[in-house]
């Protein structure tokens, strides 16, 4: 993409409005622009970094063997009526009344409508086990909405449910899913530590939080060096020994209680991007979602659900990647992997090696945003560090002349001079 | 994918409640399921059409130059009191109180909010061309939802808004939308006739709507036969002279002052999939969206708006495409490429070959829907022609003595038989 034709409207300032980084880091980058309190515009690169999340973390529910459907926005207020949460969700849920005088809301969540959809089509345990997600925007009435993305009223969420024929499966299923939450946030780049967590709202008895670990994270957490160096690709990999090891927050860390050795505990902070619940048949008894067991009685089904908070990992891999001039991203998550800097737009033969490799690094397969804008180098350098691609390349008359072009690790700050062959086979590798 | 692990609630019965053939293939096929009135939940098979059919939309826009964004589904009242829409817009806008009782309402249409964005950050004409698009829920309140997801509340839709500094420019960006058009429905197997239209509530004067031919479809249409014989890769197509072919509804033709020959008029029946409009400065300039322009002084910019039907689309492609055994997809927008059945998941050569084509395909890029379930072979046979993916394999334990699988086209009904290796040569192409 070239910046002349793209739609990047960076600021200058710092929002007054913004309390923490990664509020302003999106504004100031101009990925996002509010609506309304809670209510954001995804301008486009936060866009694609939306769908880079998004496509992450459906494929890891498809790896895990869950089926991807889509469920409305709106939903009638009798489904809510069954399970008896019409009226025990509280001012967070937009109850909404159409033409008809009909009684609907736009769903906070999805347990009713994914056990209306269970019980009309799945009759056996045969079918089981199922596990059905999908990805789209909720709806909460914040009372009070802030942190941007991070504590929105309209936001994106993947919600997975389970359905087994009894306990065992249902722990199954957890499982699976406690793997996937671990898999999708180290392909992010980020450090996850699952904490057992309060069942709340929903209801149940055995449930996990996700935080991932950032320096500017909201809560304080205190966990087991052993999360830090499980290897997720291990075939034989120890779930239960993972939910056994030592993480929790710091209203419920009790020093004198925790057993792991002083070298080994560490401290850090955290921002809660995914939680997992167990409930049981909580929702299956009160709306009849039952299923013929091997014995031929029927049984209420075992569920569970998994949301992970798509719109607000935006915001929260800035918490855990930034610094004091702007965005670092993970290079899985990157709107674009390149940003190459044309310094001399006017002149003839920097362009003509800016828009070779352009083309080069485009037909490779990378993605690439080439800053051909006519401004001052400070502006492109400030502009590339604020929306902190990965990698930067650096073309300039001088370079050109020399036949090099300057490349620029994000990350490190780190700076290379190197042929366009050279950067062209390091950045396609 | 294996069906045995898949979620395709296939219908015996045609659907009482359903009108017409894709809103009863769609509920027989399991694609979709109703949760209310004209809001429905997309099961596996009609969500994985669904995002084909948006990908195409969105690599055409892209192609077009137009840049993805999202702009969320709740909208403040505030926006479209400025337009004069709030009031304006009948019951079909869904309106809604929040929390703390501001009107807000779930948009039927985004001309507000983008032109909001525009005002905030594009100042001067050197910024355009610009043209955003997003692909997002809309909610139409209709007082008589019907036809499945061809008139639903609750739909899916791709809506572009150009932005230029004169009606030039206005009129490049309209062009360029119009052959985006063409281009998307082609590649869905369809042909599309764009149509001179009213522009109605939006407001305008350049306006076409593209109806797609389906015999089953709800209006009769006549058309110059030049339509069939476009082609779209051509790099000097001539946009003013598609506009001026022939092409008009039943309620606009009229026979004696037809110029077309009579042997080139071509009469159908077709469904509407899109709408382009040019509407110049309706919104710019009472909302205050406006640029300088090279001579210094501002203009309220030229706009334009493009909507294309996504969830409509998925009903009107089987209105085009389907027999009395059920949907006939074009390959490009199918769920899966190819339909494996294993005729006999019992007999272990059998099973043994249908995996190894399985697995193959897969590894090719090939997307596979395996029928690995204990069922009768009429029941196979008859959900695979239900949901019609392109390519039928079938392996049974007759041919795996021969060495042969046959291969069966949905459209055509032809079979052959042949090796697996020749088969896996076929389908990889």
């Known amino acids: 993409m070239r910046l ?36 954001y515009n995804w301008l486009p690169l936060g866009h694609a970094v939306l769908k ?24 009638p207020a009798d489904l809510w009526r069954e399970s008896g949460r019409y009226d025990a969700y509280g001012k967070e849920m937009l109850r909404i009344t159409d033409r008809h005088e009909r009684d609907m809301l736009y769903g906070p969540t999805n347990e009713e409508n994914v056990t209306d959809i269970f019980r009309r089509h799945v009759r056996s345990y045969k079918q089981l086990p199922l596990n059905l997600y999908h990805i789209q925007w909720k709806f909460r009435d914040e009372i009070r909405p802030r942190f941007g ?25 957890y499982d699976a899913m406690f793997l996937a939450y671990l898999r999708a946030f180290s392909r992010m780049g980020l450090t ?61 860390h009790e020093p004198e209680k925790c057993e792991v050795a002083a070298d080994r505990l560490r401290a850090g902070r955290g921002v809660e991007v995914g939680h997992i619940f167990y409930f049981g048949t909580k929702y299956s008894e009160a709306m009849g979602a039952t299923v013929t067991g091997p014995d031929g009685s029927d049984v209420p089904v075992e569920m569970g659900s998994y949301g992970i908070g798509i719109s607000r990992l935006v915001g929260a891999i800035i918490e855990a990647f930034h610094d004091e001039r702007g965005i670092v991203w993970p290079e899985d998550v990157a709107p674009f992997k390149v940003g190459l800097v044309n310094l001399r737009p006017g002149d003839e033969a920097t362009s003509a090696m800016a828009d070779e490799l352009y083309a080069k690094l485009e037909k490779a397969g990378v993605t690439v945003l080439l800053d051909d804008r006519d401004e001052r180098a400070g502006v492109k350098f400030a502009t590339m560090d604020l929306i902190g691609l990965p990698w930067q390349v650096t073309v300039g008359p001088r370079g050109v002349a020399a036949g090099t072009v300057e490349l620029k690790a994000r990350g490190t700050g780190e700076r290379e001079e190197m042929t366009p062959e050279a950067l062209l086979a390091r950045l396609s590798a």
């Open 192 to 252: 996850a530590i699952p904490m057992v967590a309060e069942t709340g709202p929903i209801g149940g008895n055995m449930s996990h939080e996700f935080q991932i670990l950032a320096s500017t994270g909201e809560s304080a957490v205190y966990y087991d060096a052993a999360f830090e160096e499980v290897d997720l690709g291990a075939p034989d990999l120890d779930i239960e020994r993972l939910k056994s090891l030592y993480a929790a927050t710091d209203e419920m």
């Open 149 to 173: 993305v991070m504590r929105g009223r309209e936001f994106l969420m993947k919600d997975a449910y389970s359905f087994d024929a009894d306990f065992e499966g249902a722990k199954r299923s």
């Open 52 to 75: 880079r999340i998004e496509q992450i973390v459906r494929e890891e529910m498809n790896r895990a063997g869950a089926i991807e459907i889509l469920m409305p926005t709106i939903q």
């Open 4 to 39: 002349s034709r793209y739609f990047l409207p960076v600021l200058k300032e710092a929002p007054a409005e913004a309390e923490i980084a990664s509020h302003s880091l999106m504004l100031r980058a101009g990925m996002i622009q509010q609506l309304s309190a809670g209510i």
